[in-house]
């Protein structure tokens, strides 16, 4: 059935391979230039065949009567993709149901998860919201190693492909690496950048940003972050510094402050975000390295446990693996016909 015929090689990212150094990967390396759809399914591709392997496996007799031995085989296998007890219970309990005392096919099984999937991770598609009136400014928080830099040069890439002009503000200064790597992304991505030394006041690194991002008349000014533990009360201090010196520059900046989320961090990221995210006023969620994990079901209980917008997806190490995220899509991608890399 050409329904599980994708491919199910290797990534074509392994993060664990360069884990001591902070610079990007290679643009050299990047996949064939493909459809955002394209790489979207293939960002998704370790989720997506692990939940229809699984699920395939179950029905190796056409048709399977939903008993309780095929039930809890069915909610084992929900439950691995990360998206939560509830809602793999909920699915189960449907499939129960509708398919009491009859066969249950595999394709109708399939129909009932998409379906389900599509409810829970529903929102509005939420693009980052401009301003007309002068910059917009993004301020990019999180936990250390969830991704933030990376997200930053990507959102940069989108920004200027849809032609607006990017300052970057280097505002991870704890730790020299972080500068260095931030800046070989502008040079790559042609974002202009604002650095300061390694320990300089990050507050004062987002006000220059800022000032530059005004007197160059840009359009979006993005700035980075660091990102030891939330429970450390400094770093909350840190933020919240940072937030105040740009809305004296900007009245209602910053305009987004995207929370970058590892989701190979499954639901144990969730609850350590979470803390942030009340700290740090955040309006929306980059849910980073969907690629990497197959357990992208984690959607759901993000979508569940915060008041947060996904607004983008990261599925890939390259400046161009970003993509607003639509639960439909998303949906489609997982469970879509054919092969992936088409
Ligand atoms: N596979 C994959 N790797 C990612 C993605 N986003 C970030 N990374 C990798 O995750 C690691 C940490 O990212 P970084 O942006 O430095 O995180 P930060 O500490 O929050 O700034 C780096 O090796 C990145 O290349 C993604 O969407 N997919
Ligand atoms: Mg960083």
């Not at 491919?7 to 664990?16: F, H, N, Y």
């Not at 530059?212 to 510094?241: F, Y």
Request: net charge negative; with cysteine; glycine share 10%.
């Amino acid at each position: 059935m050409g329904l599980f015929d994708r491919v199910t090689g290797k990534s074509s990212v392994d993060s664990s391979e360069d884990a001591t150094s902070d610079a990007p990967p290679k643009s050299g390396d990047a996949p064939k230039k493909k459809g955002l759809f394209a790489r979207f399914r293939q960002g998704l591709q370790k989720t997506a065949s692990v939940l229809n392997t699984d699920i395939r496996d179950l029905f190796k007799q056409e048709g399977r009567l939903p008993d309780d031995e095929f039930l809890g085989e069915l909610f084992a296998i929900l439950v691995k993709s990360d998206m939560g007890a509830g809602p793999a219970a909920e699915i189960r309990d449907q499939i129960k149901n509708d398919f009491r005392g009859r066969k249950v096919q595999m394709a109708e099984v399939l129909q009932v998860i998409s379906r389900k999937l599509r409810e829970l991770m529903a929102q509005p598609e939420e693009p980052i919201q401009y301003v007309e009136s002068g910059p917009t400014v993004v301020l990019v928080v999180g936990v250390n190693g969830s991704g933030k830099t990376t997200s930053i040069a990507k959102l940069a890439t989108m920004f200027q492909q849809q032609g607006r002009t990017v300052v970057l503000g280097a505002g991870d200064t704890f730790r020299a690496a972080a500068v260095q790597q931030l800046t070989i992304w502008a040079e790559r991505t042609g974002a202009e950048i604002v650095t300061g030394k390694q320990g300089t006041d990050p507050a004062s690194v987002a006000h220059q940003a800022v000032t530059r991002a005004i007197e160059s008349k840009v359009d979006v000014c993005v700035i980075d972050t660091a990102g030891r533990l939330q429970t450390q009360n400094s770093l909350m201090q840190e933020l919240g510094k940072i937030r105040r010196v740009i809305s004296k520059q900007i009245e209602d900046a910053p305009h987004e402050v995207l929370l970058v989320l590892d989701a190979t961090a499954g639901q144990n990221g969730i609850s350590q975000a979470k803390g942030f995210s009340d700290a740090a006023g955040c309006t929306g969620i980059v849910l980073a390295k969907l690629d990497g994990t197959a357990k992208g079901g984690v959607v759901v209980p993000i979508r569940q446990q915060f008041e947060l917008p996904v607004k983008y997806i990261g599925v890939g190490e390259q400046a161009e693996d970003l993509a607003l995220f639509n639960a439909d899509e998303f949906v489609d991608a997982l469970f879509a016909e054919g092969d992936s890399n088409a």
